[in-house]
């Protein structure tokens, strides 16, 4: 075991965080997501959510400060409502990463990165919308 690396953080999700780069983008997947037809590297978080694992990630990752938005969404499709998980996001990410912009991307577009991604996290996430790209920013400390 390793002090203060939160304990929904698995050995395999760890060592990708560690081997990811500046710059290289990893994405929390929701439970409807298409990871594992689109996934370089697949990390399957099972029984998890979005928002447990974005705040974890958060913990041991910091986000791109050269873009104007390190943070992405896939864009909502044919009128559906906002999702509310969205607000929960940026909460977390705030809270990790002081006021930061998030973006949306259209659907098609975020499948389309997804496959280019450094990584693709399935999780248990039942809210629709959910999924959300994280780019990796510069460890400095």
Avoid at 18 to 23: A, I, K, S, V
Avoid at 101 to 106: D, K, L, R, Y
Wanted: a negative charge; glycine letters at 8%; charged letters at 20%.
């Amino acid at each position: 075991m390793l002090k203060g690396i939160p304990n929904i953080i698995s050995p395999e999700l760890l060592k990708i965080l560690d081997e990811m780069g500046h710059g290289d983008e990893i994405i929390i997947g929701d439970g409807n997501f298409p990871a594992a037809s689109n996934a370089q590297r697949l990390i399957r978080c099972d029984g998890h959510n979005g928002p447990d694992l974005l705040d974890a990630i958060l913990k041991l990752m910091p986000l791109d400060t050269y873009v104007d938005s390190p943070v992405m969404l896939m864009q909502t499709t044919n009128g559906d409502p906002t999702p509310t998980i969205w607000a929960e996001y940026q909460e977390i990410v705030n809270k990790h990463n002081g006021e930061t912009q998030m973006s949306q991307i259209e659907r098609f577009a975020f499948y389309d990165r997804a496959k280019t991604a450094y990584a693709i996290i399935a999780t248990s996430e039942m809210a629709l919308y959910a999924n959300i790209i994280l780019k990796k920013g510069v460890v400095t400390e």
